[in-house]
C-alpha cells in the first residue's frame, strides 16, 4: 500500500472519484465544435488558432502545460516568448483540418513524462525554439504538399538545429488536494546564451454570460510575490510566486478590434499580455492594475549554454505566512516523485527490460495528462450566440440539432487533447482498458459516465464525438468493461459485481437500440456505416445509398457477434453470485448463435477467398461481394469466448437451456458455433468454425498480407499490386494499400485506416489468438510467419504479435526507436534517448509513427501487452527457480545418499 494507493483509496469512495486540482486544460479548444456558432459548420475557420490569443472562450478553456480544477473555474499554465515570434507561446500550434496535406496535425514538441491518477506528481516537458517559431513555413509547405507526400514536421524545418531551443520542463506536486507546488526549470540546450521571457499564468474561464453568479470572479495583488484569487463557487486561493521582473493584469475578454472591428471598451483584454511582452503596448497600465480575471508575474531570463534556470510558484488554499521557497519547498518533488516511483514498482510488472518500464510509464501518463474538462450544452449551443454571431436558424436544425439532451460538463479522458480534444465512444472504451492499470476506478467511473442519460440518447444510442455524434461506433463497451472488470479483480483478488450490474442494465437498452436500428430485415445481418474505421472501404460507408441499395457489412455483423457474446459473459458472471441473471444469459447465448449462423451461412464468406467481406446489395441484380481484404474480415475473429464446467454446474437452468438448444439445432442440421476441449472442462464459443480459423490466421501471418514488422496492417499489402475497384451510382471508386497516411479524402481530410497498423485493432486481434490458444493448446499451430516452416501454437503466435507491436516502441540496439522513423537523429542527442511519442497509427511496412503524436488514449494499449509480456517473463523467470532449486535439491539429496553409503 503505497503513498498514492492511499490516496486512490480515499478517493474511490467519492461519488465521482476525482481529485479537486489536475491536468483538465484542453491543449486546443479553438476549432472545436463547441465554440463554432457559424451557419454553415465550419468549425475550422470560424474560431482558428489565429483568434485563440486574443478571442475568449465559450465552452472550455486551452494551455500550454497547464491544470486547472475540475470544474475549470480557475486555470494555469505558462507562456514563453523567445524574443522574436510574434505572439507569446501560450498554446499548441497546429495546422487546422484544411491546412495540411493530410488533415489537422499539431505542429510542437512536448512530452508527457509522468503522472499519478490523483495527479500528486505530474511532469511535462516542451521543447521552445530560440529561433522565430515557424509558423507561416509550417503552413505554406504543407500547403503545397500532395496526399501522397508526407506531412512537413517541425523538425524539417531546422529550428531545432544544432540543438538551438530551451526545454521547458514543468513539474507539479502536491502538498495537499488543494495545495499545489509548481516548478518551471527551463535550460538552454544551445551552445551560446540566449534570452527567454517567462510568464507563469492564472486566469479565470470566462463565465461572464453565467447570470447565477452574483460576482464574477476576480485575481487581486496582495503584495509583490502574492496574489487572492476569489470564485464565488470554488473559493478562495493564494498564488505565490518569486520575484518577477514585473506583474501584470487584464481580464479574459474578447479584443473586439482585433476579431470583428469593433473598438475595445478597455485595453484590459485576452491577448494584452502579448503587445504588453513583445511591443511594450500598455505595459504601464498593465503592471499599474491591481484586480483582474488574469495576471501573469514576467521574468526575463538569460540563460547561459547548457545551463538552467527555475521558477517556483504555489497555488494553494490557504493564505501562506511565509511563502519564501526555500529547501524545503524543492523536497516537495523530491518526495512526490519517490512516491510515484514507488508506485508504478508496485503496479508494474517486474519482468522486462529498463527501456519497455519507461515506455509503459509514460503511456500512463499520457493517459493520465489526456484527462479533460469537456462542457458541452447541445440545446443552449444551437440556439444560443456567442456575441459575436446572431442566432443561426440552420444551426437550430444543423448538427447535432437532434441530441438536445445531452448536457455535458465532465471530466473525461481523451483520445488525444491537441487532436481530439473530444471524447469519442470507442476510444473511450479501449482508453478505459490501459486506466485501469492504474486506476480502475475511475476506469469504471468513465465506461459508465458514457451511459449517462446525459449522454445516451433515450433511444439508447451513444454520443459518437461531437462532429457527429449520431455517426456510429463500434460497440465496444461491453468487451471493455470485462477487461476492466478482470484487471481490477486480478489487482484485488474481487471483482466488482456492482459495477457490471449497473452498466449491463445501460448495454441492455444500448444493445436494443442497434437491434432495432441497424438490422433492417430483421435477419441478424448489420449495418453501421463507417464504424469508426473512416475509409477502410473502397467507398464511404456511411454514404446514404437509394432505397433499393443495401450495404451488409461483415463487421457489423461480426461486432454484434461480440456484442452479443460480451453480453453473455457479464450476465454468467453476474449469474455466478445472483440467479436471477441466468436467464439473461441464455438469452445472448442464443442471439449469438443467431448471429453466428448469419456471417457464416449468409454470403459474407466468401469460399473462394477463404474471407469475410461487406456485401452490396441492389434490387434486380446479384449481391456484389466487395472483394477487399482489410480489418472488416478479421472483425469475426474478436467474437470468442469460453465457459468452464464449474460455470456450468453452477449454472444448471442456464446449462439445461444450452444443451437442449444444441440439440435440437444440430437435429435440425442448423448451425453450431461451439465446440468443446477434450477433457470436456471448457466450451468454446466463437463466430468462426476452426476450418475458417486457419484460413483467416494464413492471411493475418502472411508478411505479403497484413502482418508486418510492427504488427498486423489494417488492409492487406495483396492490394499493394491488386487494386481493387467497383462502380457505386455510376462512379468507379478504388482502393489500395496505403501503409503510410492515406491519399484518400473519401472520409474528410484526416482519412486514414488503410493499410497502416492500430495498436488497439492489434490488441483485439492479440487477445483473441491468445484465447483461441489457450483453448486448442498444442492441437492447432500455425506457420509464423506464414510459408516459413516455423510452427507456433496460438498462444505462441500470440506472443510473437505482442512483441512485433511493442518493437516499434523499443530502442534497437543503434538507439533508433522504428516509431521515429526519419528523425532518430533527434532522438539519439543526450537528452531526448528515452522520448517516446504514442501516434495514432503506424506504417504498414517502416512502422514510423503517423496521424496524432499524443494518442495515449488507445495507442496507451501498449502498456497493457508490455504488463503481459512482463508477467509471462516473470512467470518464465519463477519457474526457472523453481526447477533450479528442485535440482539442487535433488543434487544435494543424492549426495547426501552417498555419503551414508560410505
Not at 491537441?418 to 482498458?433: G, K, N, T, V
Request: aromatic share 14%.
Amino acid at each position: 500500500m503505497t503513498a498514492e494507493h492511499e490516496r486512490l483509496a480515499v478517493n474511490s469512495i467519492k461519488s465521482v472519484p476525482l481529485v479537486q486540482w489536475g491536468p483538465y486544460l484542453s491543449e486546443r479548444q479553438w476549432g472545436t465544435v463547441r465554440e463554432d456558432y457559424s451557419p454553415d459548420g465550419n468549425a475550422w475557420s470560424y474560431f482558428p488558432f489565429e483568434h485563440a490569443h486574443c478571442r475568449s472562450y465559450k465552452w472550455g478553456e486551452d494551455g500550454l502545460a497547464g491544470i486547472s480544477d475540475m470544474f475549470q473555474n480557475l486555470c494555469f499554465a505558462i507562456s514563453l516568448w523567445n524574443g522574436k515570434d510574434r505572439i507569446l507561446k501560450e498554446r499548441l500550434f497546429g495546422l487546422q483540418n484544411g491546412e495540411g496535406n493530410h488533415g489537422e496535425d499539431v505542429k510542437e514538441l512536448y512530452y508527457y513524462l509522468d503522472n499519478l491518477p490523483t495527479h500528486s506528481y505530474m511532469e511535462y516537458l516542451y521543447k521552445y525554439p530560440q529561433l522565430g517559431f515557424p509558423y507561416d513555413k509550417l503552413k505554406a509547405e504543407n500547403k503545397n504538399r500532395s496526399r501522397q507526400e508526407p506531412e512537413y514536421e517541425i523538425l524539417d524545418t531546422g529550428v531545432f538545429d544544432n540543438n538551438r531551443y530551451f526545454d521547458v520542463l514543468v513539474t507539479y506536486a502536491k502538498q495537499s488536494a488543494k495545495d499545489i507546488a509548481i516548478k518551471i526549470e527551463i535550460t538552454n540546450r544551445y551552445s551560446k546564451a540566449a534570452e527567454i521571457t517567462v510568464l507563469p499564468t492564472l486566469w479565470y474561464y470566462n463565465r461572464s454570460s453565467n447570470k447565477r453568479m452574483a460576482e464574477q470572479p476576480s485575481i487581486s495583488l496582495i503584495n509583490k510575490t502574492s496574489v487572492h484569487a476569489s470564485h464565488q463557487k470554488l473559493g478562495e486561493y493564494y498564488f505565490y510566486f518569486e520575484p518577477a521582473d514585473t506583474v501584470l493584469f487584464t481580464n479574459n475578454e474578447t479584443n473586439t478590434q482585433k476579431v470583428s472591428g469593433i473598438p475595445n471598451e478597455s485595453i484590459f483584454v485576452k491577448d494584452a499580455f502579448h503587445d504588453a511582452v513583445i511591443k511594450g503596448t500598455n505595459k504601464k497600465a498593465l503592471s499599474k492594475k491591481k484586480t483582474g480575471s488574469k495576471f501573469s508575474p514576467v521574468y526575463k531570463l538569460n540563460i547561459p549554454a547548457g545551463a538552467s534556470k527555475t521558477i517556483y510558484c504555489r497555488l494553494t488554499d490557504q493564505q501562506q505566512l511565509d511563502n519564501r521557497f526555500g529547501r524545503n519547498f524543492e523536497k516537495i518533488f523530491a518526495s512526490r516523485k519517490k512516491e510515484a516511483d514507488d508506485y508504478y514498482a508496485a503496479i508494474l510488472p517486474q519482468g522486462m527490460t529498463s527501456d519497455m518500464a519507461k515506455i509503459q510509464r509514460q503511456a500512463i501518463a499520457g493517459l493520465l495528462w489526456s484527462k479533460q474538462f469537456y462542457h458541452f450544452d447541445v440545446e443552449r449551443w444551437s440556439g444560443g450566440t456567442d456575441g459575436i454571431t446572431p442566432v443561426s436558424e440552420s444551426r437550430k436544425t444543423g448538427r447535432n440539432h437532434d441530441w438536445h439532451h445531452l448536457k455535458n460538463q465532465d471530466i473525461i479522458s481523451m483520445p488525444d487533447k491537441w487532436e481530439y480534444p473530444w471524447y469519442a465512444a470507442w476510444d473511450l472504451a479501449f482508453q478505459c482498458i490501459s486506466m485501469a492499470v492504474a486506476d480502475p476506478t475511475f476506469a469504471k467511473h468513465q465506461l459508465l459516465l458514457i451511459m449517462r442519460e446525459w449522454y445516451m440518447k433515450p433511444d439508447g444510442q451513444l454520443p459518437a464525438y461531437e462532429w457527429n455524434f449520431s455517426d456510429v461506433n463500434p460497440p465496444v463497451q461491453a468487451w471493455a468493461a470485462m477487461q476492466v472488470y478482470h484487471i481490477e479483480k486480478k489487482q484485488k483478488g474481487i471483482g466488482d459485481i456492482v459495477f457490471l450490474k449497473k452498466i449491463f442494465q445501460k448495454l441492455l437498452i444500448n444493445f436494443t437500440w442497434w437491434i432495432n436500428r441497424k438490422d433492417k430485415k430483421g435477419n441478424n445481418i448489420f449495418e453501421g456505416g463507417f464504424l469508426g474505421l473512416d475509409n477502410i472501404g473502397v467507398f464511404n460507408r456511411s454514404y446514404q445509398f437509394s432505397p433499393d441499395m443495401q450495404l451488409e457489412q461483415a463487421d457489423g455483423t461480426s461486432w454484434m457477434g461480440t456484442y452479443a457474446l460480451d453480453m453473455m459473459d457479464i450476465a454468467l458472471e453476474i449469474a455466478v453470485h445472483d440467479p436471477s441473471f441466468e436467464d439473461t444469459a441464455t438469452k445472448f447465448f442464443e442471439h449469438f448463435v443467431l448471429i453466428a449462423e448469419a456471417l457464416n451461412q449468409h454470403r459474407l464468406w466468401n469460399d473462394e477467398d477463404k474471407f469475410f467481406y461487406d456485401v452490396l446489395c441492389v434490387n434486380g441484380q446479384d449481391p456484389l461481394p466487395l472483394r477487399i481484404k482489410s480489418i472488416v474480415g478479421l472483425t469475426s475473429l474478436f467474437a470468442i469466448t469460453t465457459i468452464e464446467k464449474k460455470v456450468l454446474d453452477k449454472l444448471k437452468d442456464f446449462k439445461k437451456r444450452i444443451s437442449w438448444y444444441e440439440k435440437y439445432r444440430k437435429n435440425n442440421n442448423k448451425f453450431w458455433p461451439n465446440e468443446e476441449r477434450s477433457d470436456g472442462e471448457e466450451i468454446l464459443l466463437s463466430l468462426v468454425p476452426k476450418e475458417r480459423l486457419i484460413h483467416l490466421l494464413e492471411r493475418v501471418l502472411d508478411e505479403d498480407e497484413f502482418l508486418s514488422p510492427g504488427g498486423i496492417r489494417a488492409l492487406s499489402k495483396y492490394h499493394e499490386k491488386h487494386p481493387y475497384s467497383v462502380m457505386v451510382d455510376g462512379q468507379w471508386n478504388t482502393i489500395n494499400y496505403d501503409p503510410g497516411d492515406s491519399t484518400s479524402d473519401i472520409f474528410g481530410g484526416n482519412s486514414n485506416w488503410r493499410g497502416p497498423v492500430w495498436v488497439p485493432i492489434n490488441y483485439l486481434i492479440i487477445q483473441a489468438i491468445r484465447r483461441y490458444g489457450e483453448f486448442y493448446g498444442d492441437s492447432l499451430k500455425m506457420e509464423c510467419p506464414t510459408r516459413s516452416g516455423n510452427k507456433m501454437n496460438l498462444c505462441e503466435v500470440a506472443d510473437e504479435l505482442t512483441r512485433r507491436v511493442i518493437s516499434l516502441f523499443e530502442k534497437d540496439p543503434q538507439g533508433n526507436r522504428r516509431l521515429n522513423g526519419d528523425y532518430n537523429w533527434f532522438y539519439r542527442q543526450p537528452g531526448n534517448e528515452d522520448l517516446v511519442l504514442f501516434f495514432e497509427y503506424f506504417h504498414g511496412d517502416s512502422g514510423s509513427g503517423l496521424g496524432a503524436s499524443h494518442q495515449t488514449g488507445w495507442t496507451a494499449l501498449v502498456a497493457e501487452l508490455i504488463s503481459e509480456y512482463g508477467n509471462k517473463k516473470q512467470e518464465c523467470n519463477t519457474q526457472e527457480e523453481i526447477d533450479i532449486n528442485e535440482a539442487m535439491s535433488v543434487l544435494h539429496s543424492n549426495g547426501r545418499m552417498e555419503m551414508q553409503l560410505i
